[in-house]
């Protein structure tokens, strides 16, 4: 068996955009490429860009292994999968759509709200001018975001907004920056805390981790420099523990997830958890990936946690496939039925 890597290069003299603060550095690449070797006869490196479907039309995998994020705008994480999808070769992780949805976080919220999932209120803002006549109508602190960021990208204690005569100054250097729309949501002072998914149909939920940064905030800088702990499993109590289990596995089944992902929240100082967005390509870095140490509490060492979702991505494929020939076998006894 044959697995292709799809993953990000980074742009050459540090001159790409901020998105290639979510790529795995070359380290994490090679780690990657090595515990995927263990399970298959080869592995090769294909990078995300408009060669890769020449690339895997001669390279012909049985299986792609995608993290690849892509490189801007709001289906750039879509479009790796997009590529795999017209070209018929399985890959692990989401689909296109639900990667798409995923990384709209004003649209993942609005979907756990209608799911009775709690999540902080927000307004998601086009123009400073907007964001100027709304300002008084909204509850303070806020948050001020990319609606279509990652990496905490956009996120630091000046992003947080104080009272209503700044926030369309925020908001204007937020659209400026980042080109998109821009998410003002509620600030919950309080304490990261995440959940790991891993499967489908009976689907596996992870001891509950906390992430616990150095400088009180999970920030751009400090994902930058991985200056946090990961303490897994946290114990938030049973209840509490119970519902984030509960609303991680309704999100995930309500995008549409596949294989693996990973929910956020922030735990406020009531002990009231409220949910920031879903992850479903999370970071698998074995040196400083948050889902692997989630999964490692699970009993799922790193090569085995690559090996899993190699396995279930393969379960998938082949269910589709022995589907698809029983449906054909069907038709053609209905239309041959003396055969
Ligand atoms: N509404 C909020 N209240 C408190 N902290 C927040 C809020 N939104 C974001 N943060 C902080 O910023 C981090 C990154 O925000 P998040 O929405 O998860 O975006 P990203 O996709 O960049 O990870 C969170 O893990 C959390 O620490
Ligand atoms: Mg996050």
Known sequence: MKIALIYDET????????????????????????????????????????????????????????IAEGREGPSRESLAPAVLDLLQIPYTASDGVTLGVSLNKAMTKRLARDADIPTPEFRL?????????????LRY??????????????????????????????????????????????????????????????VEVLPVGRVVASSGMYSEMTKKFHDREVICPYRAGRELEER???????????????????????????????LLEINPLPGLSPFYGVYPVLAEAAGYDHAA????????????????????????GARTAQQYPHR
């Open 244 to 274: 984030l289990r509960a609303w991680s596995l309704a999100l995930y089944r309500t995008i549409g997830a596949r294989d693996l992902a990973r929910v956020d929240y922030v735990l406020d100082r009531e002990g009231k958890a409220w």
């Open 11 to 66: 742009t050459p003299g540090g001159e790409g955009s901020w998105v290639e603060a979510e790529y795995e550095s070359p380290e994490s690449i090679e780690a990657l490429l090595n515990a995927i070797g263990r399970h298959c006869d080869r592995v090769v490196p294909v990078p995300f860009g408009q060669d890769m479907a020449d690339v895997l039309r001669q390279q012909k995998p049985d299986l792609a292994f995608n």
């Open 125 to 137: 803002f086009y123009s400073a001018e907007q964001a100027a006549a709304e300002a008084e109508m």
């Open 305 to 328: 946690l690559m090996g899993r979702i190699i396995d279930l991505a393969l379960r998938r494929s082949a269910a589709k496939e022995k589907a698809t020939h029983e449906r054909l």
């Open 141 to 202: 602190p806020l948050i001020v975001k990319p609606n279509y960021g990652g990496s905490s990208v956009g996120v630091g204690p000046e992003s947080i907004v104080h009272e209503p005569g700044t926030l369309a100054e925020h908001v204007a250097c937020c659209l400026c920056r980042y080109q998109q729309p821009c998410l003002a949501e509620r600030y919950v002072e309080g304490d990261d805390v995440t959940v790991g998914l891993l499967g489908n149909g009976e």
